[in-house]
């Protein structure tokens, strides 16, 4: 009976998605653009590891690549995997802590490079449904949170890289960034000389006969189940070849409302925004282009058991004014433990983000690039009916309590953000000048709120470039 429902709800969301009037750009990243904040989340068996192999913690990269980089074989990396239990794993906390966060959408590894699928799967039973004493399909319990939570619900699949499911292509890694394996030199050998493979099993089929046996059909179902996806996060291309993207981004197209990164194939695919990864870009870099960086709450994707760079509230307070101040999102990684749970630092982090947004959200969320960057801060545009407002987002407060803006603007009005005290300025020629209240020195970054006279000439961003980042763990 529950499938039945099931089925009629995903058919019921399809028709009406297929009834709509095509979109154009603008109105498809129309959400994206006023979300501006969203929680990453890598998560998977390799959660079990901690990053932590044979009594040695992986030496580079993410906790999620240490299959790879430690050279665990097939089969030893399966047993382990069919212990992954977390029974303390809550999709309406996970949705929630986003939501304290201040975040609006959640984008979910569906697969990660492991081959793992975190959704019951016909095209491999290597599945947390199928192959776990868990038994329950992750996928499903956060798609239906993150609805009953008003969240947007985005994937990641890995596309092209799996590790375990025969085929799939394998990044090549020294053993040097794994550990102090003794047999180093013999593996390095035989990595190079197997396209980054390290164990035969992984090379039994080619990798378009894995591409149209696992990546496809599992995109196929995962499309099928949940039409009111909103965003796609394919990553590390490899292998893919033209024709195969064009496959994939074929299933796409009965669902134009997904919004898709720009990793699928590089150049010939690039997708409806660019993602840097792990850094701010500079403003000339994405001039006229629709991006998100994707960062670190910590220093690893998935859940690293000796973690200690866990970035502060400030630090994450400041990368999503900057990242607002050059017209991009700010996508969030946290990963949960082998449990299910989502470490106390990064939880404690997130929620002062979100206090932070309670009282100053007007400025991050549906604001674009000002094309300003003063040194004391950033400034933040947003356009609303009838003229457009600068927020000045202050990092250094100025010892004199004087900000200077410069560029040939003429303002009507100014004041505190979060409790809308009266703030005096002045303009002569192309500068203004804006005296603070004394006591906004003590603030977290306050935040200036300056309603420009006039509305400023729109912003016009494009899609369809050949712009693109550079994706960090491929190295």
């Known amino acids: 009976m529950r499938k039945t429902l099931y089925c009629l709800l995903s058919l019921c969301l399809a028709l009406n998605l297929s009834a709509q009037a095509p979109l154009t750009q603008e109105e498809k990243m129309e959400w994206w653009n006023e979300a501006k904040f969203g929680l990453f989340v890598h998560w998977g068996p390799y959660s079990l590891y901690g990053g932590v192999y044979n009594g040695f913690p992986q030496r580079r990269g993410g906790a999620e690549w240490i299959m790879n980089r ?3 074989p097939v089969m030893e990396y399966r047993a382990k995997a069919s212990t992954f239990n977390p029974v303390e794993f809550d999709a309406d906390q996970l949705a929630t802590l986003a939501v304290d966060a201040g975040m609006k959408y959640l984008v979910l590894t569906t697969k990660h490079h492991d081959g793992f699928a975190m959704f019951q799967s016909d ?15 992750v996928v499903d319990e956060v798609v239906r949170a993150c609805r009953r939570h008003g969240l947007k619900i ?10 375990c499911n025969a085929g799939g292509a394998t990044a090549r890694k020294e053993m040097k960034e794994g550990w102090a394996n003794p047999d180093s030199t013999e593996i390095d050998r035989f990595t190079r000389e197997h396209g980054g493979a390290w164990d035969y099993k992984q090379r039994e089929r080619s990798f378009d006969e894995y591409f149209h046996a696992v990546a496809l059909p599992q995109m196929k179902e995962l499309l099928s189940r949940y039409p009111d996806l909103a965003v796609i996060f394919f990553d590390t291309p490899m292998s893919i070849t033209e024709a195969q993207a064009r496959e994939m981004q074929d299933l796409l197209k009965d669902f134009p409302q997904i919004i898709v990164n720009d990793r699928l194939k590089r150049p010939d695919f690039p997708g409806d925004y660019k993602t840097p990864e792990g850094r701010i870009p500079e403003p000339e870099d994405v001039k006229g282009v629709y991006w998100e960086t994707c960062m670190n ?7 690293k058991s000796w973690e200690n760079k866990w970035k502060s509230c400030d630090e994450v ?6 990242i607002a101040a050059r017209g991009g999102n700010l996508l969030l990684n946290v990963g949960p433990d082998a449990l299910g749970r989502v470490p106390g630092q990064a939880q404690d982090c997130l929620r002062e983000v979100g206090r932070w947004l309670s009282v100053n959200g007007e400025a991050i969320y549906g604001t674009q690039r000002s094309g300003l960057h003063p040194d004391w801060g950033e400034v933040i545009r947003k356009d609303v009916p009838g003229g457009s407002v600068f927020y000045l987002c202050i990092y250094d407060f100025p010892e004199d309590g004087t900000l200077t803006l410069d560029g040939n603007f003429s303002f009507r009005k100014a004041s505190v953000l979060a409790d809308g005290t009266p703030v005096r300025f002045s303009t002569r020629g192309s ?7 004394a006591g906004l020195a003590t ?15 729109p912003v016009k961003l494009l899609s369809n470039t050949e712009l693109y980042f550079k994706i960090a763990d491929t190295d």
């Open 297 to 303: 709450v910590g220093s690893s994707w998935g859940y």
């Open 154 to 163: 985005g994937f990641y699949y890995s596309q092209s890289q799996d590790w």
């Open 431 to 437: 500068r203004t000048t804006v005296q603070l209240p």
């Open 70 to 72: 430690c050279k665990i």
């Open 123 to 137: 095209a491999s039973r290597f599945n947390i449904v199928d192959y776990t004493p868990f038994g329950r399909d």
């Open 317 to 322: 307070i400041r990368t999503l004014a900057t």
């Open 443 to 457: 603030e977290k970054y306050p935040v200036i709120k300056l309603e420009l006279r006039r509305p400023l000439p």
